[in-house]
């Protein structure tokens, strides 16, 4: 089959597309005809693009961990998907993706592809929708009449977190650069904080959960911002001031089932709407990398 791969650190430009063999099922895996796959810009620099989780070199790699595409084979042992089944969801971050032809994972970090999706969308929505539902539930503790800031709403993570939410029934406000705000009030922000002009610490009142998915000095700044019994929720490193009277966290997102089950249900009833600001062919995953490295508003995702 053809892959994409890197068989060394240094960036984007290392990724070459070659013939490699094809993937074997482990038990309790499927392998899936990867119609769609979504990258992330700094994958290339996470541990298990390079190592197993035994710490050992598993160079050349494959990137792009959503997936969207059919079941072309399920292992013996494995329940739940039958061959045909359209599937989208994560793979496991110490193994190869799925910007190739075919890729093996784990069923259990799967499920039924949204059938108003196409193939493009479905792979916008697994890591940076998990992630948006684990930062604003799992770890912030959103509830309705609450108010949340949600950094970075122009990225593929913050068009998803706006979006729920606005649906849990909190007061959401945007911020990210100018360019973002047109689709952070169509998603659903009360308000848009551009950071390319304003002071987030001089345009934003007392809030109960910042989402963070920028970092940095912005990071910083948004500890001050948290109310008593509120919380600083971070996907970029662990905040390094902690909200007074307040807590502050740091996650990796984590596959599961459930939850994307969740995401598809309400991506199908039309609620949810995942935005692909740019697809380009497997062939050419050099420039995919390096359009969302320059901010490509949105998910990127490699059309196989």
């Known amino acids: 089959m053809r892959a994409v791969r890197i068989h060394e ?34 994958e290339l620099d996470w541990p298990g693009t390079w190592v197993d989780r035994a710490g050992r070199d598993r160079t050349p790699s494959i ?32 193994r190869d993706g799925a910007a190739a032809e075919y890729v093996a994972v784990e069923a259990r970090n799967l499920a039924p592809m949204p059938s108003s999706l ?62 973002a705000a047109d689709l952070a009030t169509k998603m659903g922000a009360h308000g848009f904080v551009d950071l390319e002009k304003q002071s987030f610490a001089e345009a934003v009142g007392p809030v109960d959960l910042v989402f963070d998915t920028i970092g940095g000095d912005l990071l910083v700044e948004s500890a001050g911002k948290v109310k008593a019994g509120g919380a600083l929720v971070s996907i970029t490193a662990p905040p390094p001031v902690r909200p007074e009277g307040g807590r502050a966290a740091f996650f990796i997102v984590e596959p599961n089932r459930d939850q994307l089950a969740e995401l598809a249900g309400r991506a199908e009833s039309g609620e949810l709407r995942p935005h692909v600001g740019a697809v380009y062919p497997l062939a050419e995953a050099r420039e995919a990398f390096r359009a969302k490295s320059e901010g490509v508003p949105g998910k990127v995702v490699l059309r196989v």
């Open 9 to 42: 650190r240094g960036g984007g430009d290392g990724l070459v597309v070659e013939d490699v063999p094809l993937p074997q099922a482990a038990t309790g895996d499927v392998v899936v005809r990867v119609r769609a796959a979504g990258i992330v810009p700094d």
């Open 63 to 94: 990137p792009a961990h959503d997936v969207a595409g059919e079941v072309a084979e399920v292992r013996y042992g494995t329940s739940g998907f039958a061959v045909g089944d359209r599937v989208f969801g994560l793979t496991d971050w110490h």
């Open 118 to 179: 196409s193939f493009t969308d479905a792979a916008a929505l697994p890591l940076s929708g998990l992630t948006a539902w684990q930062g604003l539930f799992v770890h912030g503790g959103l509830e309705a009449g609450q108010t949340v800031v949600v950094h970075g709403a122009g990225g593929g993570t913050g068009v998803l977190a706006v979006q729920l939410a606005r649906q849990a029934g909190a007061h959401v406000i945007a911020t990210g650069r100018g360019r």
